[in-house]
């Protein structure tokens, strides 16, 4: 099995910034691409990004293309989301995930963090 941690999530005000960052523990060579989803209250949850394992190749939603930033470690099993230029429609709980190697689902899921962007 493969847990996912996520920590960095809080409360900013709209054009500000916040660093996600999720740490992988357990099988985490059996780990493929990683990403962020997000949920609104009252919203189903939503692709934000995601990033391949071998080549970092990156993949965002339009509503944070330009604006939000993957990256990886695959030494330190950990993925960050820089965030930048942070809208009230950001506003979620942000989930990490990650996918068994081979397979197109995510599987694995953490907790989730409160991203909070007040106008």
């Known amino acids: 099995q493969v847990q996912l941690v996520e920590s960095g999530g809080g409360s900013v005000q709209a054009g500000g910034s916040l660093r996600l960052s999720c740490v992988a523990s357990?099988?985490?060579?059996?780990?493929?691409?990683m990403g962020w989803f997000r949920q609104a209250p009252g919203k189903e949850r939503e692709f934000v990004v995601s990033?391949?394992?071998?080549?970092?190749?990156?993949y965002y939603a339009n509503s944070v293309k330009g604006r939000f930033t993957i990256s990886r470690d695959n030494a330190n099993n950990t993925v960050y989301l820089q965030m930048n230029s942070l809208k009230p429609e950001d506003t979620a709980v942000y989930y990490c995930?990650?996918?068994?190697?081979?397979?197109?689902?995510?599987?694995?899921w953490g907790q989730g963090t409160q991203v909070t962007v007040s106008s």
């Open positions: 357990g099988r985490t060579f059996s780990i493929g691409a």
């Open positions: 995930a990650a996918q068994p190697a081979f397979k197109p689902q995510f599987d694995y």
């Open positions: 990033i391949t394992r071998s080549s970092g190749t990156p």
